[in-house]
């Protein structure tokens, strides 16, 4: 019964009634929530968007519009208009930014500007001649507004952007340095990024500002080609592959992440959209364990980048995986492409199992004060794996500390242990003994 209903043929025009259903309730339950009203309005805007989408598709399903093709009429002249109008649109955007007023301040006028710019170009986008060329060079227009979003604040600024660069800065020039992956610290399990950029940095002879905008370069060019590439398999649309990647390039999170450029989510996510690209292509017997050699690379490449983007594409590959199986069993075709179940239980056991052998704890800014132990009378973790970084230890009755190498130590205080205030485990450097000199210690404030 479900297998006939899916294959419907007004499946599409249930599906989009179900939606608008869905989020008026959405947004009437959200509405009702005691919260931050801005963040209320915007996520009732977002969900706006979306039902006016599905009413637009309600009204244009019958019609023919979605085929391959211009949505719109080709003219010669209004296209030539529009190219010269973005082309003085964006480098006017480039010239308030020179001429800047304030030096470490975007003007207001660039934003105008870029804005601007970008609606020109997705209306010429529709009005573009139906050959492939020009897609390519829309394409290009595409990628150079993104960059111009992601690179602005590097070049504007000359400090490190990004979210705490100068930890980055620090963890990549100290593995050049000593020639190594640094231990105990909070990337030396996911040091992939960072030996992106060292290898750069080395190569090209570049610094680390430098050498990090290659991650943003990347971003832009991957994602927006395999976006588009994406799109186009599936809907048989340019004009709406091109549409897509003008939203990739433009969102908020996405240019945040841009932005972002030293930070590993970042490039983690150009891997995800390789991975999730090559799972969707259709594979014969001479290409399958090729392409399912390369995933597995990316999927490597991905753990040991960041676990929040580990997490992400466990999800997204269940959700695919799912959604497979179902068309398979509703309309008895079987799609032939690299992601099978194998490929995802050993992607799945992959992830937790190295979760699992890098699981370790983080202590900041920790006071532990007058506990009492035979062995270890402030810490005893000898089978832990932990770090500590600015944390107080003192007047315990026992030896001061009991570990082994796997806890780090750095810029710490051990004083005032019965057995001895010695350190063990790795040092990082930073530690002493002194008195903390708490605030009122007889009545148990250790301020």
Same mark, same amino acid.
């Given at each position: 019964?479900?297998?006939?209903?899916?294959?419907?043929?007004?499946?599409?025009?249930?599906? $989009?009634?179900?939606?608008?259903?869905?989020? %008026?309730?959405?947004?009437?339950?959200?509405?009702l929530l005691e919260g931050n009203r801005k963040y209320i309005i915007a996520f009732i805007l977002a969900t706006f968007i979306l039902l006016l989408g599905s009413v637009v598709f309600l009204l244009t399903r019958k019609r023919d519009i979605y085929s391959k093709?211009?949505?719109?009429?080709?003219?010669?002249?209004?296209?030539?208009?529009?190219?010269?109008?973005?082309?003085?649109?964006?480098?006017?955007?480039?010239?308030?930014?020179?001429?800047?007023?304030?030096?470490?301040?975007?003007?207001?006028?660039?934003?105008?500007?870029?804005?601007?710019?970008?609606?020109?170009?997705?209306?010429?986008?529709?009005?573009?001649?139906?050959?492939?060329?020009?897609?390519?060079?829309?394409?290009?227009?595409?990628?150079?507004?993104?960059?111009?979003?992601?690179?602005?604040?590097?070049?504007?600024?000359?400090?490190?952007?990004?979210?705490?660069?100068?930890?980055?800065?620090?963890?990549?020039?100290?593995?050049?340095?000593?020639?190594?992956?640094?231990?105990?610290?909070?990337?030396?399990?996911?040091?992939?990024?960072?030996?992106?950029? $060292?290898?750069?940095?080395?190569?090209?002879?570049?610094? #680390?500002?430098?050498?990090?905008?290659?991650?943003?370069?990347?971003?832009?060019?991957?994602?927006?080609?395999?976006?588009?590439?994406?799109?186009?398999?599936?809907?048989?649309?340019?004009?709406?592959?091109?549409?897509?990647?003008?939203?990739?390039?433009?969102?908020? %999170?996405?240019?945040?992440?841009?932005?972002?450029?030293?930070?590993?989510?970042?490039?983690?996510?150009?891997?995800?959209?390789?991975?999730?690209?090559?799972? #969707?292509?259709?594979?014969?017997?001479?290409?399958?364990?090729?392409?399912?050699?390369?995933?597995?690379? %990316?999927?490597?490449?991905?753990? %040991?980048?960041?676990?929040?983007?580990?997490?992400?594409?466990?999800?997204?590959?269940?959700?695919?995986?799912?959604?497979?199986?179902?068309?398979?069993?509703?309309?008895?075709?079987?799609?032939?492409?690299?992601?099978?179940?194998?490929?995802?239980?050993?992607?799945?056991?992959?992830?937790?199992?190295?979760?699992?052998?890098?699981?370790?704890?983080?202590?900041?800014?920790?006071?532990?004060?007058?506990?009492?132990?035979?062995?270890? $009378?402030?810490?005893?973790?000898?089978?832990?794996?932990?770090?500590?970084?600015?944390?107080?230890?003192?007047?315990?009755?026992?030896?001061?500390?009991?570990?082994?190498?796997?806890?780090?130590?750095?810029?710490?205080?051990?004083?005032?242990?019965?057995?001895?205030?010695?350190?063990?485990?790795?040092?990082?450097?930073?530690?002493?003994?002194?008195?903390?000199?708490?605030?009122?210690?007889?009545?148990?404030?250790?301020?």
């Amino acid at each position: 019964m479900i297998g006939s209903f899916l294959r419907r043929q007004e499946l599409d025009r249930d599906f $989009a009634i179900l939606s608008i259903v869905l989020i %008026l309730l959405l947004v009437a339950f959200v509405y009702l929530l005691e919260g931050n009203r801005k963040y209320i309005i915007a996520f009732i805007l977002a969900t706006f968007i979306l039902l006016l989408g599905s009413v637009v598709f309600l009204l244009t399903r019958k019609r023919d519009i979605y085929s391959k093709g211009s949505l719109m009429t080709y003219c010669r002249s209004v296209y030539e208009i529009l190219n010269i109008l973005y082309l003085i649109l964006f480098l006017s955007s480039l010239a308030t930014i020179i001429l800047r007023p304030n030096l470490y301040e975007r003007p207001s006028e660039f934003f105008i500007l870029i804005s601007c710019s970008v609606a020109v170009l997705s209306l010429n986008i529709f009005l573009s001649p139906p050959k492939e060329k020009y897609v390519y060079i829309n394409l290009a227009k595409v990628m150079i507004i993104g960059l111009t979003l992601r690179w602005v604040p590097q070049f504007t600024f000359p400090s490190l952007q990004g979210d705490d660069p100068w930890y980055h800065q620090k963890f990549t020039t100290e593995m050049l340095k000593q020639h190594h992956i640094l231990q105990g610290e909070q990337y030396s399990s996911f040091p992939i990024m960072h030996l992106f950029i $060292a290898s750069i940095m080395r190569i090209a002879g570049m610094n #680390f500002k430098e050498a990090m905008l290659s991650i943003s370069l990347l971003q832009v060019m991957m994602g927006t080609t395999l976006l588009f590439v994406l799109t186009d398999k599936f809907l048989k649309n340019s004009e709406v592959g091109l549409l897509t990647t003008v939203l990739f390039n433009c969102s908020d %999170l996405s240019v945040g992440f841009g932005v972002l450029a030293a930070f590993p989510t970042t490039f983690a996510s150009i891997t995800v959209l390789m991975s999730i690209y090559l799972l #969707f292509i259709r594979s014969d017997n001479k290409n399958h364990r090729a392409l399912i050699s390369i995933c597995l690379i %990316l999927m490597a490449i991905l753990v %040991l980048t960041h676990s929040l983007t580990s997490l992400s594409a466990v999800i997204l590959l269940i959700s695919f995986l799912g959604l497979k199986l179902i068309y398979e069993k509703v309309y008895y075709e079987r799609l032939k492409g690299p992601l099978t179940v194998h490929v995802f239980m050993f992607f799945l056991i992959f992830v937790f199992a190295y979760w699992i052998f890098n699981a370790y704890s983080i202590f900041e800014h920790c006071t532990v004060a007058e506990n009492s132990a035979p062995i270890g $009378a402030s810490l005893d973790g000898v089978l832990t794996h932990h770090v500590f970084y600015c944390c107080i230890f003192a007047f315990g009755d026992g030896p001061a500390l009991s570990c082994g190498l796997t806890n780090s130590f750095q810029c710490c205080d051990v004083f005032g242990h019965s057995g001895g205030d010695d350190l063990c485990g790795t040092d990082l450097g930073g530690n002493f003994s002194l008195d903390p000199e708490f605030w009122d210690r007889p009545m148990g404030n250790y301020n």
